[in-house]
């Protein structure tokens, strides 16, 4: 069996599905990628078994047809050093030896047999249901949200980002019950319902391989969901369990609205947050109409930052605190100049928004209140 390919591609290729692959599995088998050929078409799969990705690549030159086992780091590592032109595999089917040429070039591999490897069996538990989207909401939803999963072992639901599949669009969510974002994108409507809790695996999988894709296709059923593109396949497996009720936990009645520079308060909160205690990251906002007077100390080592940034605020004065890293987090994630803060009282959580977002999207970020004593 032999076949031709540029080994940029087979690269590229190899380097996406590789993230699939854990850097430890308790198969030796899944150290490896599962490539087959059957026409003049070769695919490239990788497996940690709960999730199993497959790259799909034209070659030519084919002679003969069938499946092997590679070792995957090897492999990956040689194709980037190499450099960009056509290279021919020769796998003899007999002893399994793989060897990869090119005009100055002669690499060697030993391969194992393909039915060796335990491929992936999707969960069809529940009914499916199908939608397309395009690449860059899925990626938009994901960039929004994923700052904010949380990873404490004893809540795993939460350690995955929410999709509430509606039949007028896609509401993103994440939280680890110190902050929370929803995001919603009505810019596709699904036409059918349904839900799923993506671990941060598949998401993070998800933003990196199919970052170039021009559009999604989505079945899902209760346990997993097929992703497919041009040039992937995508098998992952949900989180399991109930996700809190998302909606319940957002105040609508924060009536005091802060309008502020989000550059300039985010550069404020990393300066004043150098000064934070270590253990707490307790940041303290003295917000009046015109300024925010932001504080911050560390008793234990006596040192101290403030600082102050133009603000527009509806209320007469308020004296809150939060989390700096928290805080920088929010503000770095949210786009556009201005950022929108809806708050209420010193023990209620903020609320923000960007000044301006696309047509069609609703982004909101919560966060919640840490106690401030003496300002």
Same mark, same amino acid.
């Given at each position: ?20 692959? @854990? ?12 490539i087959k050929?059957e ?20 070659v &030519?030159?084919? #002679? ?10 090897? =492999?990956?590592?040689? =194709? ?20 990869? &040429?090119?005009?100055?070039? *002669?690499?060697?591999f ?6 060796q490897y335990? *491929? ?9 249901? &199908? ?9 938009e939803?994901?960039?929004?949200t994923?700052f ?15 999709l509430?599949?509606?039949?007028d ?9 110190? #902050? ?27 933003k ?12 899902? @059923? ?11 396949t995508f098998?992952?497996?949900?989180? @399991?369990?109930n ?6 936990v957002?105040?609508t ?5 802060l309008?502020?520079?989000r550059?300039?308060?985010l ?6 947050g ?5 253990d ?6 003295r ?7 932001? #504080?911050? @100390? ?13 603000? &527009? ?20 994630? =949210? ?21 301006e ?5 609703? =982004? ?8 401030v004593?003496?300002?």
């Open positions: 069996m032999k076949f031709n390919i540029s080994s940029k591609a087979l690269y590229n290729a190899t380097s996406a599905v590789s993230k699939v692959i @854990n850097s430890k599995n308790a198969l030796a088998i899944l150290d490896n990628f599962f050929l026409g003049n078409e070769l695919t490239i799969t990788g497996s940690d078994q709960e999730n199993a990705l497959t790259a799909r690549l034209e &030519s030159g084919c #002679k003969g047809e069938g499946a092997f086992c590679l070792g995957a780091r090897r =492999l990956v590592e040689l =194709l980037k050093e190499l450099p960009d032109q056509g290279v021919e595999v020769n796998v003899n089917e007999e002893t399994l030896e793989v060897q990869l &040429s090119y005009a100055s070039g *002669h690499y060697s030993v391969g194992l047999p393909g039915d335990p *491929h992936f069996t999707a969960d069809t538990t529940g009914e499916a249901i &199908s939608f397309s989207l395009a690449t860059s909401q899925m990626l939803g994901l960039d929004n994923m904010a999963v949380s990873d404490d072992e004893y809540r795993q639901i939460m350690q995955g980002v929410l509430d599949v509606a039949e669009g896609i509401t993103f969510v994440a939280t680890d019950t110190r #902050k929370l974002v929803r995001y919603i994108d009505r810019r596709t409507s699904p036409g059918v319902k349904g839900s799923c809790v993506l671990p941060q695996k598949p998401a993070t999988i998800i990196n391989v199919f970052a170039k894709e021009e559009s999604l296709n989505f079945t899902m @059923n209760a346990r997993n969901a097929i992703i497919q593109s041009e040039r992937f098998q992952c497996t949900f989180l @399991n369990g996700y809190p009720d998302y909606n319940r957002i105040p009645k924060n009536s005091l609205v309008t502020v520079d550059l300039s308060l550069n404020a909160v990393r300066r004043v150098i000064f934070v205690e270590v707490g990251g307790l940041e303290k906002f917000i009046t109409p015109d300024n925010i007077l932001i #504080k911050s @100390n560390d008793p234990n080592l006596c040192t101290s930052a403030r600082e102050q940034v133009p603000c &527009s605020f509806t209320g007469s004065e308020l004296t809150i605190g939060f989390s700096a890293n928290y805080l920088m987090e929010i503000l770095t994630t =949210l786009k556009g100049s201005e950022v929108i803060v809806n708050l209420g009282d010193a023990g209620r959580p903020g609320v923000f928004r960007p000044g977002e696309p047509d069609n999207t609703e =982004l909101v970020m919560l966060l919640m209140p840490m106690t004593g003496d300002f």
